[in-house]
């Protein structure tokens, strides 16, 4: 059965000049045929170095899908679920940035990747997780708005002499949200060789109990080059697929079975099908928001290199 829909989907793909990007905590089924599999800040760099390609399935949320319309506004983004939402993502109103603006007016405004296209407009930059400090050091502003990730943004108040003001109060991510403290004891406890790595959207003490801290491509990496066998992985459990499948040999436990982002998961081989079949559903913004966008894409971007 799957067999035969991946053989529609490949030819689909083939005929329609299309790609398949999927970010990390995509499923298995999904991460099997994906062209390219990254962390959002790498999805971000492949979706603008596409222009060979008509049409993109972009299996994610729906801020990542917009991210490559941004950046691609003549092509079509297709996500096949139209439901994959980021719930931290629509923390944050534009009214209440342009508040929070209005209130810091010296403030330079970095806004989250994982945020509404509405409020992206009105910030000088963007950043990810795994660049969410270069890109703070990058504005010449000593102080900082930055959302809607609370921990994120103390996390890198941790690592700059800037000002960082979090807008708004108690943004937040569900899944990194359930991880404790005790969880990590627990771990390391049944563990004692595993470094234990955690994701900047968890909160402050755990992220301070692990021993890395790291953006989901960082994770990847680290254990690549890490001469340790073991690893507690504390973030979305879909990273520990990725991880076994391109880094065989080593042992990796989840800090929580039950970590799981809900709206990643509605993504299916039969709509990835339908989506490439249909041309739908797509990603679209009006194009003022769009084109307005772009300078805070393009800005962190360019940061990043
Ligand atoms: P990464 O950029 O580290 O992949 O994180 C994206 C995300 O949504 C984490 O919850
Ligand atoms: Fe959003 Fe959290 Fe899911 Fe990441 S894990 S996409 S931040 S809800």
């Not at 801020?63 to 983004?77: R, S, V, Y």
């Not at 007016?105 to 945020?115: C, F, H, K, R, T």
């Not at 108690?170 to 470094?195: M, S, T, W």
């Amino acid at each position: 059965m799957n067999n035969s829909i991946i053989d529609e989907i490949k030819k689909l793909k083939e005929e329609k000049n299309a790609i398949i990007l999927a970010h990390n905590y995509q499923p298995k089924e999904i991460q099997d045929i994906a062209d390219f599999l990254g962390d959002s800040l790498e999805l971000c760099i492949k979706a603008s170095e596409i222009e060979d390609k008509d049409l993109v399935v972009f299996c994610g949320v729906d801020f990542m899908a917009e991210t490559a319309h941004i950046l691609n506004p003549d092509k079509k983004i297709l996500i096949p679920d139209i439901e994959a939402e980021c719930p931290m993502a629509h923390m944050l109103p534009e009214e209440e940035l342009l508040k929070a603006k209005e209130e810091h007016p010296d403030a330079g405004v970095i806004l989250y990747v994982n945020s509404i296209a509405e409020a992206k407009q009105h910030a000088d930059t963007l950043c990810t997780s795994a660049n969410a400090v270069k890109i703070a050091e990058s504005l010449n502003q000593d102080k900082i708005l930055f959302g809607p990730d609370n921990n994120l943004g103390a996390h890198v108040q941790e690592k700059t002499d800037k000002e960082i003001i979090p807008v708004p109060k108690g943004g937040h991510c569900y899944v990194h949200k359930l991880f404790h403290v005790e969880d990590v004891e627990l771990k390391r406890e049944q563990h004692p060789n595993a470094i234990v790595i955690c994701h900047p959207e968890c909160n402050m003490d755990v992220q301070e109990a692990c021993d890395e801290v790291l953006s989901t491509g960082g994770m990847l990496k680290f254990i690549e080059e890490s001469e340790n066998e073991e690893f507690v992985i504390g973030t979305e459990i879909d990273m520990i697929t990725r991880i076994n499948s391109e880094i065989p040999g080593k042992k990796l436990y989840p800090m929580l079975e039950g970590a799981i982002c809900e709206t990643m998961k509605l993504h299916t081989l039969e709509k990835v099908r339908d989506a490439l079949k249909n041309e739908a559903p797509e990603i679209k913004l009006p194009s003022d928001i769009a084109s307005k966008s772009l300078k805070a894409v393009q800005h962190m971007l360019d940061a990043s290199n």
